[in-house]
């Protein structure tokens, strides 16, 4: 069974800085592009950063480019989102997500969300 | 970037009904489409990839069509658990949502 579990989040101040796990379980962690996509309270999805199945290759949103910085450590099965400079905009549930396939965009399985509340 | 829309943002329906939702990318993205639905509290769940292909699992009630810049997602009978949030995502580029339908009870 796939399992994607994340951590990390809570109440942090605006301009600090937070990072984010997520462990999978239940498939080869080493096959597959991962993704963090969050959702602000009461709003809809946005994804935020992709990497794929090397780390050879990442992408961000506009909205967090330069301040996020997404990672692997296939030896772990886990994923990251160093969070820097954080804003009040970036309150929101965040997600780990599985890709479909071993680059695609289309996103198969899901954690349960770790939430940032970003507040002074 | 690629934009993406959606109609309704709602729509109440009662069960037994045929629902479609529509969703229009603002450049071609071929049939690089998905459908996710979401309900409260829960993460989102993978109905419909490649505009047309049904995930594993999920009941053929649900279907995808469209190619290019317009999609159609299409409940053909609405069950109870159907009432949800639905979301379109293009995956031609970097991954983009649209703003979500709601469907509701009527």
């Known amino acids: 069974e796939v399992q994607l579990v994340e951590s990390g989040g809570g109440l942090v101040q605006p301009g600090r800085s937070l990072r984010l796990s997520c462990a999978a379980s239940?498939?080869?962690?080493?096959?597959?592009?991962m993704h963090w996509v969050r959702q602000a309270p009461g709003k809809g999805l946005e994804w935020v950063s992709g990497?794929?199945?090397?780390?050879?290759?990442?992408g961000y949103a506009d909205s967090v480019k330069g301040r996020f910085t997404i990672s692997r450590d296939n030896a772990k099965n886990s994923l990251y989102l160093q969070m820097n400079s954080l804003r009040a905009e970036d309150t929101a549930l965040y997600y780990c997500?599985?890709?479909?396939?071993?680059?695609?965009?289309?996103?198969?399985?899901w954690g349960q969300g770790t939430l940032v509340t970003v507040s002074s | 970037d690629i934009q993406m829309t959606q109609s309704p943002s709602s729509v109440s329906a009662s069960v037994g009904d045929r629902v479609t939702i529509t969703c229009r990318a603002s450049?071609?993205?071929?049939?690089?489409l998905a459908w996710y639905q979401q309900k409260p509290g829960k993460a989102p769940k993978l109905l419909i990839y490649?505009?047309?292909s049904l995930q594993s699992g999920v009941p053929s009630r649900f279907s995808g069509s469209g190619s290019g810049t317009d999609f159609t997602l299409t409940i053909s009978s609405l069950q109870p658990e159907d009432f949800a949030t639905y979301y379109c995502?293009?995956?031609?580029?970097?991954?983009?949502f649209g703003p979500g339908t709601k469907v509701d009870i009527k």
């Open positions: 995502q293009q995956a031609n580029s970097f991954p983009f």
């Open positions: 490649a505009a047309s």
């Open positions: 997500a599985k890709s479909k396939y071993s680059s695609s965009s289309y996103f198969d399985y």
């Open positions: 239940g498939f080869t962690f080493d096959d597959y592009a």
């Open positions: 990497i794929s199945w090397n780390s050879g290759s990442t």
């Open positions: 450049q071609g993205i071929s049939s690089w």
